[in-house]
């Protein structure tokens, strides 16, 4: 296929290079430059979209993507597959969805999960808002990138299955340092906590594939003195989608708001560039009353 790739960052341009070795014939185009192995650059962002079949969008935020799509909608050859695989608000990816469609295209979201590494190794799972037929259109080439799609319903659903995981996430990595935090001050050795929750009903991914503690469970960010993996920061974006989602349709999510602010402020305080998984030195440095 003739593919268009907007957004040629740490995600984007792995993903860019995995669809070109696999055969395809790839326009990429982002603000700095950048050239993926195998991929062409455009000087425009209308080079990177005119005469393409597929159009795939990897951009920083759902304002930044609202505009590229306003930009690039006149110029699309008809009946184009766009795909935004960017973490934006459910609004963002509605909106975005409804304009490529009112034009006679094909639209969906398909936001991803497994970082940088998945990207380059092409093992991200994708998850998926728009029609079925256009999520079967596009599921060849999220086959190339990543290893697991998931269909999720309409436009905005693969945007609302991200945030939900991520809160989940968020809440669930705060809590297992907690309870490291704690573990150390009751006196109990690390790894004997790891060996006791990692089997037993506190088990969690943040556990057992992502141990914030150093030197213990499988090689994580916290092996590497804390380098991401998966920035603080941007756990904290997602975070605030997940509140700003929450907002928009009256939901309660007390922990989620909690996750949110306690990424904040360890992000306002040194955290900012620093793996999510840090909250457990930064907590283990806190006392009960602060
Ligand atoms: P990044 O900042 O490395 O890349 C974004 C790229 O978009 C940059 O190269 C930037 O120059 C480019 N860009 C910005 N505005 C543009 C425009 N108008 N036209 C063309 N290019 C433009 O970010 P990333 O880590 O690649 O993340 C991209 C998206 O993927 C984000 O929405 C992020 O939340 C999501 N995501 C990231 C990860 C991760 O681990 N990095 C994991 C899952 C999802």
């Given at each position: 296929m003739k593919i268009g790739f907007i957004g040629l960052g740490n995600m984007g341009a792995p993903m860019a290079a995995n669809l070109a070795a696999a055969g395809h014939d790839v326009i990429g185009f982002d603000l700095t430059a950048r050239s993926p192995k195998g991929v062409a650059t455009g000087a425009t962002v209308l080079d990177a979209v005119e005469g393409r079949d597929a159009v795939i969008t990897m951009l920083p935020n759902g304002a930044i993507l609202r505009d590229v799509a306003a930009q690039i909608g006149d110029a699309l050859s008809p009946d184009t597959l766009f795909i935004d695989c960017s973490t934006v608000d459910v609004d963002s990816a509605r909106a975005v969805a409804e304009l490529v469609t009112a034009q006679g295209h094909a639209a969906i979201d398909a936001p991803v999960s497994g970082g940088t590494v998945g990207a380059v190794a092409g093992t991200l799972t994708f998850m998926a808002g728009g029609t079925a037929q256009a999520f079967a259109r596009a599921l060849p080439l999220l086959e190339i990138m990543g290893q697991k799609a998931v269909y999720?319903?309409?436009?905005g659903a693969g945007q609302a299955a991200k945030i939900c995981n991520n809160m989940i996430l968020g809440a669930t990595m705060i809590v297992t340092c907690e309870a490291f935090a704690l573990a150390d001050k009751l006196g109990l050795d690390r790894q004997a906590m790891y060996d006791v929750v990692s089997t037993s009903s506190g088990q969690s991914w943040s556990m057992?594939?992502?141990?914030?503690?150093?030197?213990?469970?499988?090689?994580?960010p916290s092996d590497n003195d804390?380098?991401?993996?998966?920035a603080a920061e941007l756990m904290l974006k997602d975070l605030d989608l997940s509140q700003q989602a929450a907002g928009a349709v009256d939901a309660a999510t007390p922990l989620g708001a909690q996750a949110a602010q306690i990424y904040r402020t360890f992000v306002e305080t040194?955290?900012?560039?620093?793996?999510?998984?840090a909250i457990l030195p930064y907590l283990a440095k806190l006392g009960a009353q602060t």
């Amino acid at each position: 296929m003739k593919i268009g790739f907007i957004g040629l960052g740490n995600m984007g341009a792995p993903m860019a290079a995995n669809l070109a070795a696999a055969g395809h014939d790839v326009i990429g185009f982002d603000l700095t430059a950048r050239s993926p192995k195998g991929v062409a650059t455009g000087a425009t962002v209308l080079d990177a979209v005119e005469g393409r079949d597929a159009v795939i969008t990897m951009l920083p935020n759902g304002a930044i993507l609202r505009d590229v799509a306003a930009q690039i909608g006149d110029a699309l050859s008809p009946d184009t597959l766009f795909i935004d695989c960017s973490t934006v608000d459910v609004d963002s990816a509605r909106a975005v969805a409804e304009l490529v469609t009112a034009q006679g295209h094909a639209a969906i979201d398909a936001p991803v999960s497994g970082g940088t590494v998945g990207a380059v190794a092409g093992t991200l799972t994708f998850m998926a808002g728009g029609t079925a037929q256009a999520f079967a259109r596009a599921l060849p080439l999220l086959e190339i990138m990543g290893q697991k799609a998931v269909y999720c319903g309409d436009a905005g659903a693969g945007q609302a299955a991200k945030i939900c995981n991520n809160m989940i996430l968020g809440a669930t990595m705060i809590v297992t340092c907690e309870a490291f935090a704690l573990a150390d001050k009751l006196g109990l050795d690390r790894q004997a906590m790891y060996d006791v929750v990692s089997t037993s009903s506190g088990q969690s991914w943040s556990m057992t594939t992502y141990c914030p503690a150093t030197g213990v469970g499988p090689q994580s960010p916290s092996d590497n003195d804390y380098k991401p993996g998966f920035a603080a920061e941007l756990m904290l974006k997602d975070l605030d989608l997940s509140q700003q989602a929450a907002g928009a349709v009256d939901a309660a999510t007390p922990l989620g708001a909690q996750a949110a602010q306690i990424y904040r402020t360890f992000v306002e305080t040194g955290g900012k560039g620093r793996d999510f998984s840090a909250i457990l030195p930064y907590l283990a440095k806190l006392g009960a009353q602060t």
